[in-house]
């Protein structure tokens, strides 16, 4: 950058300039108290929108040149002859073509007329005055057999596409219900104080006696000292395959439903089998050794 040039700056406003400011002040009071001009007051365009301007003109005044050079040229190739303007023949030299620039004009128009030919020969199926062969009757049966099978193929294939989408929307409607079915409906504030209970087995669960659920002995026993048999052979009769299966049981009568007699004859059977189970407990008891003992 170079040095910025010197200049006298004028305090015209400063009430306090006296000497030479002021003589000067008095001097260029014309000068400084001059109306705006009308370049202050406009806003001069940004330097690219003045740029863009100018290009989108030239474009234009080449495309106005183009214009006129194509139609010059096409003057100039349509001469007057007694009044009739006839276009000139392609083959002819232009006065503006060299002999390289012509040869090569005419074999490119050569080479485009040999091709468009052969593509018109190709369409038509060999010579365009030949007559089209007429088919026999073979191979019109089959050419419509052909075409039956095409339309057999492309309606089965149709037909399957449909099944399969149809499919694919029911397995997903399924897929959706099942999980609404399985999705647990929880209310505003319901605690649930408990776990559910299974009122009804699974479908394929087994039939296997859990261990909370067998008979106790003394029903066992009971039911033997009624029968007077052995509860082996009550099971046996009964048809019963061991202790913890429960068919072929007879449920027995409420104490309150039964009648004297029947409630004595329940009240001696239950005594004596609350005996029978104290002293198997007290042989068992026995034959247990003792935690002071030695066991060596």
């Known amino acids: 950058m170079g040095r910025k040039s010197r200049y006298k700056k004028y305090k015209a406003v400063d009430p306090f300039c006296v000497g030479s400011r002021k003589r000067n002040l008095i001097r260029l009071e014309k000068v400084f108290n001059k109306p705006p001009n009308k370049e202050d007051f406009e806003q001069k365009p940004p330097k690219g929108f003045i740029e863009l301007m100018s290009s989108l003109k030239e474009d234009g005044v080449r495309k106005e040149k183009k214009a006129e050079k194509k139609k010059r040229e096409n003057e100039e190739s349509m001469e007057d002859n007694g009044g009739n303007r006839r276009k000139k023949k392609k083959f002819e030299r232009h006065h503006w073509e060299s002999d390289g620039q012509y040869i090569a004009r ?17 369409k038509s199926g060999g010579d365009k005055e030949a007559t089209p062969k007429k088919l ?17 193929a492309k309606k089965k294939k149709l037909e399957e596409q449909e099944e399969y989408v149809k499919a694919a929307k029911n397995e997903q409607m399924l897929d959706s219900l099942e999980k609404e079915m399985m999705k647990d409906k929880v209310l505003f504030g319901e605690v649930a104080l408990e776990p559910p209970t299974i009122t009804k087995a699974p479908r394929k669960g087994q039939d296997v006696v859990k261990p909370g659920q067998r008979e106790l002995l003394l029903k066992g026993l009971m039911s033997a000292d009624q029968s007077g048999t052995k509860p ?28 004297a007699l029947e409630k004595s004859r329940f009240d001696e059977t239950r005594s004596s089998v609350i005996e029978a189970y104290r002293k198997q407990k007290k042989t068992t008891r026995i ?9 060596r």
């Open 232 to 259: 082996t052979q009550q099971r046996k009769k009964a048809g019963q395959g061991g202790p913890d299966s429960k068919s072929g049981q007879k449920k027995g009568k409420r104490r309150k439903d039964m009648s």
């Open 136 to 152: 026999t009757k073979e191979k019109e049966r089959k050419l419509k057999r052909i075409k039956k099978t095409a339309a057999e």
């Open 287 to 295: 034959s247990l050794p003792l935690p002071d003992e030695d066991l």
């Open 106 to 122: 005419v074999d490119r128009i050569a080479t485009n007329v040999v091709n468009k030919e052969k593509m018109d020969i190709l």
